[in-house]
């Protein structure tokens, strides 16, 4: 199948149909792998007791942002235009309305895990040392309100995400229609609504991300290492493992979101044309930050060995557990 996609003012024509296939291929891929595994997430934190309310309220929302995100992202931005452009032209200027969509679940997610990481470095710097805190009955007051906080400000700057968007005329597979696509002026010749929707994508996807993850995670590498060096090191302990998952999504999220953030600031520093290699890189970089949506419940299961446990529990596949194994995850003591 060769896909080719052709603009009226493009000044380069770069036949990259194949490549654009195979994206599709990964971004479907990453659906059917990423949306019934992140499913699960809430299911097993619920019905185990692994980790502190706090914590499993953020994680809940996480898993739930990640479906529907995965569920969305591939279909709208490389199944249709590729497969089925009539269905994906007739969206017309509710298109506007799914890239706003998409930014908010995708910003949503990532300011999901910068709480997460503020707070095991919170949990850990109060605890001076790993321990078990005791578990409490119920979400907090203050989870509530950073959860509602966080969504409220990503849905306001979604809004303002859309303006980074213009209607444009383009061919797909030989039909043509209009769809919105990335404005393509640099940052000083746009309006005011256009940089206000700029700055709130770099702000939300790039500075905060990565000035509050870089350093938490050094410090949170750092405890880790302090702790295998003391006397108190327990090699079983669940604490060193859960803050090893923040750690590994965290840093996934880093390495997987960085290409995206060198891909606009290079086509903010240069004069460029939204053709067909220009939305061969935003594909692959969308691409990329699906496979970090849906690498987060894999996380979990490959460093945590009781949310492994609790996900044979909930797949009944536990049979042969003794009854002092099962006991013991539903009777855990949750830290944040």
């Given at each position: 199948?060769?896909?080719?996609?052709?603009?009226?003012?493009?000044t380069?024509?770069?036949?990259?149909?194949?490549?654009?296939?195979?994206?599709?291929?990964?971004?479907?891929?990453?659906?059917?792998?990423?949306?019934?595994?992140?499913?699960?997430?809430?299911p097993?934190?619920?019905?185990?007791?692994?980790?502190?309310?706090?914590t499993?309220?953020?994680?809940?929302?996480l898993?739930?942002?990640?479906?529907?995100?995965?569920?969305?992202?591939?279909?709208?931005?490389l199944i249709?235009?590729?497969y089925?452009?009539?269905?994906y032209?007739?969206?017309?200027?509710?298109c506007?309305?799914v890239c706003?969509?998409?930014?908010?679940l995708?910003?949503?997610?990532v300011?999901?895990?910068?709480?997460l990481?503020?707070?095991?470095?919170?949990?850990?710097?109060?605890s001076?040392?790993?321990?078990?805190?005791?578990?409490?009955?119920?979400?907090s007051?203050q989870?509530?309100?950073i959860?509602?906080?966080?969504?409220?400000?990503?849905?306001?700057?979604s809004?303002?995400?859309?303006?980074?968007y213009?209607?444009?005329i383009?061919?797909?597979?030989?039909?043509?229609?209009?769809?919105?696509?990335?404005?393509?002026?640099?940052?000083?010749?746009?309006?005011i609504s256009?940089a206000?929707?700029?700055?709130?994508?770099?702000?939300?996807?790039?500075?905060?991300p990565y000035?509050?993850?870089?350093?938490?995670?050094?410090?949170?590498?750092?405890?880790?290492?302090?702790y295998?060096?003391?006397?108190?090191?327990?090699?079983?302990?669940?604490?060193?493992?859960?803050?090893?998952?923040?750690?590994?999504?965290s840093?996934?999220?880093?390495?997987?979101?960085?290409?995206?953030?060198?891909?606009?600031?290079?086509?903010?520093?240069?004069?460029?044309?939204?053709?067909?290699?220009?939305?061969?890189?935003?594909?692959t970089?969308?691409?990329?930050?699906m496979?970090?949506?849906?690498?987060?419940?894999?996380v979990?299961?490959l460093?945590?060995k009781?949310?492994r446990?609790?996900?044979?529990?909930?797949?009944?596949c536990?049979?042969?557990?003794?009854v002092t194994?099962?006991?013991?995850?539903?009777?855990?003591?949750?830290?944040?």
């Amino acid at each position: 199948m060769n896909t080719t996609v052709e603009f009226e003012d493009a000044t380069k024509e770069v036949n990259v149909g194949i490549y654009f296939v195979i994206l599709s291929i990964i971004g479907g891929i990453i659906t059917i792998v990423g949306v019934p595994s992140n499913a699960l997430v809430y299911p097993i934190l619920k019905s185990s007791h692994i980790v502190s309310k706090d914590t499993y309220f953020y994680l809940s929302v996480l898993s739930i942002l990640d479906v529907c995100y995965l569920s969305i992202g591939p279909i709208y931005i490389l199944i249709l235009p590729i497969y089925l452009p009539e269905y994906y032209f007739a969206f017309g200027d509710k298109c506007y309305l799914v890239c706003g969509i998409l930014y908010f679940l995708a910003n949503s997610s990532v300011l999901f895990v910068v709480t997460l990481t503020l707070q095991r470095v919170k949990y850990l710097h109060s605890s001076k040392k790993l321990i078990t805190l005791r578990r409490k009955p119920n979400v907090s007051i203050q989870a509530k309100l950073i959860g509602t906080a966080i969504l409220l400000l990503c849905a306001i700057v979604s809004i303002a995400q859309i303006y980074e968007y213009e209607m444009d005329i383009i061919t797909l597979n030989g039909k043509q229609g209009e769809v919105c696509l990335p404005i393509s002026k640099r940052f000083y010749q746009r309006t005011i609504s256009e940089a206000i929707g700029f700055t709130a994508q770099v702000t939300i996807g790039f500075v905060i991300p990565y000035s509050v993850i870089i350093p938490s995670n050094l410090y949170l590498l750092h405890y880790l290492f302090m702790y295998t060096r003391s006397p108190n090191y327990r090699r079983k302990n669940s604490d060193f493992y859960r803050t090893f998952s923040i750690i590994a999504i965290s840093t996934l999220l880093v390495i997987l979101y960085l290409p995206r953030l060198v891909f606009f600031v290079y086509y903010e520093i240069y004069e460029h044309t939204i053709n067909q290699l220009f939305l061969l890189k935003l594909y692959t970089t969308v691409v990329l930050r699906m496979g970090n949506n849906a690498t987060h419940f894999y996380v979990y299961s490959l460093v945590q060995k009781k949310f492994r446990k609790a996900l044979c529990i909930k797949l009944r596949c536990t049979s042969n557990l003794p009854v002092t194994a099962m006991e013991s995850i539903t009777s855990i003591e949750g830290c944040a």
